[in-house]
């Protein structure tokens, strides 16, 4: 039961280089999302995605884009790391088939520290 | 505008005490949802319970329990009898149809 699948769990980059955190889910959700955790700040919606095919900023866009590849898989990507993304990032979904907001199931995690 | 607000930052009850986390919100929509999430130790995030704003019926889960009170805007989260294995940061959360907020929330430590 593997439920939502974050990759990489730690990553550490430079600033100005890129990355894609990869998120993937087995249970046939229509929606996921992708959620940045601050210290003292809760949880920000960065991008959100209710089907194939669609994507919709969040909260904190800037500086993200994302991909909803199929079903399952829904990946962010940082194109040039900037200090003030340091973060654990968390992937999320939810069975909700309109276009309702509502994390259900979520990763692990991927905390990410940009030097 | 949206706001959630957990006015508890930290608290610390000894095992077996109940122990409410209060979660005060504010919207001008008529229609909107209510959530609670755990965050353990361990880092995951897990969902506890969905309410709209239509639904004022408390509910109980096992040691855990709601109070959803429109009059004074608050979806207050009792757990009864709590256990170590409750310690974690509970968060607070609203939403409507495009977006949620989460409060900042309220780390609870069960003592033993």
């Known amino acids: 039961n593997a439920g939502v699948t974050q990759t990489p769990k730690f990553q550490v980059l430079k600033t100005g280089q890129s990355m894609t955190l990869q998120c993937a889910q087995d249970?046939?959700?229509?929606?996921m999302y992708w959620y940045r955790q601050d210290p003292g700040m809760g949880l920000r919606l960065i991008y959100y995605s209710a089907s194939e095919g669609t994507t919709d900023k969040g909260e904190v866009p800037n500086g993200y884009n994302v991909s909803r590849l199929n079903k399952r898989e829904f990946s962010l990507r940082l194109e040039s790391a900037a200090p003030s993304q340091t973060s654990v990032y968390f992937c999320a979904s939810s069975a909700e088939v309109s276009r309702a907001v509502w994390p259900q199931h979520f990763g692990d995690g991927t905390r990410l520290s940009i030097l | 505008a949206q706001k959630v607000t957990q006015a508890q930052t930290e608290i610390s009850v000894v095992e077996k005490e109940d122990v409410t986390l209060d979660c005060v919100y504010e919207t001008r929509d008529t229609t909107y949802y209510l959530f609670w999430y755990k965050q353990p130790p361990s880092g995951e995030l897990v969902f506890l319970i969905r309410?709209?704003?239509?639904?004022?019926q408390n509910e109980i889960s096992g040691r855990y329990s709601w109070n959803f009170q429109k009059s004074t805007s608050s979806f207050n989260f009792t757990i009864t009898a709590s256990q170590v294995v409750d310690s974690a940061v509970y968060f607070c959360a609203l939403g409507r149809d495009d977006k949620i907020i989460f409060g900042k929330g309220t780390r609870l430590h069960i003592l033993p």
């Open positions: 309410r709209n704003s239509f639904d004022e």
């Open positions: 249970m046939n959700h229509n929606s």
